[in-house]
């Protein structure tokens, strides 16, 4: 086996398939609801290269030598945005018109939180906007050598920062330049994980999945002189900020719908049916039915007594089928830089844009 390739770690190698060649910063998996932490990780599938002239220009992409993550699990309301959307139904095809696909529209309203929707979520006025805590893995297997935790003032790992190279520990970059015999890219996936604990939906909430967008950068250079070069980093955010305002290093400035890092929490339809329809215990078999009135939430009140429900329909009017949370413009430009201070508060004197030189 060729010698670099054995010193690449956490690298699925994904050869021979375009539609990969050009994805994006995303994430290992979909997770389900349920009641225990589950292991996932951030995945990078190409290096960086010029926006100009879209993505897809033919220019090679660069290795990549760093990587920042910040999710929307701040303790405070104004640090996060919180959107909904409502299901489209689906429409047969008639003799003036095609068909259209059920989908979620798009078309999100901020809404005020997530307390009538997600187990655990406070209001605008007490509580968090999401119960989400975050475990990183610091040893092997991660995609770099050096991996930093970033941590709010109130204690919480917000995300994290890894780079390569050899301050203060070598590794090897996610080699995105090596060619097949034709020429063509051999397309590599750089895997950077993490846990996150379990979400639960309410059980008369009529949202089937939560979209939590995470700010992701991967850089490809560094180094003041880098700070005007269009392959210095990729930007996977819903929209410019402050500090990360250059629409060339934003693969999909101006996209519609606009794009970001979305990890996925579907909410688990047979065990917890939407309210007017019936799942099913698949470890017994027992129907739950949410299609009579005084159907059992599953809760109890102060008293101790069993909490029913008299919610048998969804209203594709006024009832969210997918929610949302995101971090702020100020959120981002605070935690998603990756400083130069001394490791381990930063990446040692190392500069990547913006963090400002000196």
């Given at each position: 086996m060729n010698t670099t390739l054995k010193t690449l770690t956490s690298l699925a190698l994904l050869a021979g398939t375009a539609q990969l060649a050009h994805a994006h910063a995303g994430f290992k998996d979909q997770i389900t609801e349920g009641s225990v932490k589950t292991w996932n990780a951030v995945a990078i599938t190409h290096g960086c290269n010029t926006n100009v002239g879209g993505e897809g220009n033919g220019v090679p992409h660069k290795d990549v030598i760093a990587l920042s993550t910040i999710f929307p699990n701040s303790p405070n309301f104004g640090d996060v945005i919180i959107r909904g959307s409502k299901g489209k139904v689906a429409v047969a095809a008639t003799a003036t018109a095609p068909a259209v696909a059920g989908f979620?529209?798009?078309?999100?309203?901020?809404?005020?939180d997530l307390s009538k929707d997600i187990v655990g979520s406070g209001t605008s006025s007490s509580g968090v906007p999401l119960v989400s805590t975050l475990s990183l893995v610091n040893t092997g297997g991660t995609i770099f050598a050096n991996n930093i935790p970033k941590v709010d003032d109130k204690g919480n790992v917000r995300g994290w920062q890894s780079w390569s190279r050899t301050s203060p520990y070598n590794g090897p970059a996610l080699l995105e330049t090596a060619k097949k015999a034709d020429g063509t890219d051999i397309?590599?996936?750089?895997?950077?994980p993490f846990g996150i604990n379990a979400f639960q939906f309410k059980p008369e909430s009529c949202v089937k999945?939560?979209?939590?967008?995470?700010?992701?950068?991967?850089?490809?250079?560094k180094g003041a002189?880098?700070?005007?070069?269009?392959s210095r980093v990729d930007l996977w955010i819903?929209?410019?900020t402050n500090k990360f305002n250059d629409t060339v290093v934003m693969p999909n400035a101006g996209a519609n719908p606009v794009f970001w890092s979305t990890l996925t929490v579907n909410r688990d339809l047979a065990r917890n049916p939407l309210p007017g329809t019936k799942g099913f215990n698949p470890d017994t078999g027992a129907v739950i039915d949410r299609t009579q009135s005084g159907w059992a939430t599953g809760t109890k009140d102060a008293s101790g007594t069993a909490i029913t429900s008299t919610k048998v329909a969804c209203d594709q009017a006024t009832d969210y089928d997918t929610v949302y949370i995101e971090p702020t413009n100020d959120d981002i430009d605070k935690y998603l830089p990756i400083s130069a201070a001394k490791y381990p508060a930063g990446a040692n004197g190392a500069l990547y844009w913006p963090t400002p030189a000196k």
């Open positions: 979620t529209t798009g078309e999100e309203d901020i809404i005020p397309s590599e996936t750089g895997l950077s999945a939560l979209k939590i967008r995470v700010a992701v950068a991967n850089w490809c250079e002189s880098s700070y005007d070069s269009p819903g929209n410019m």
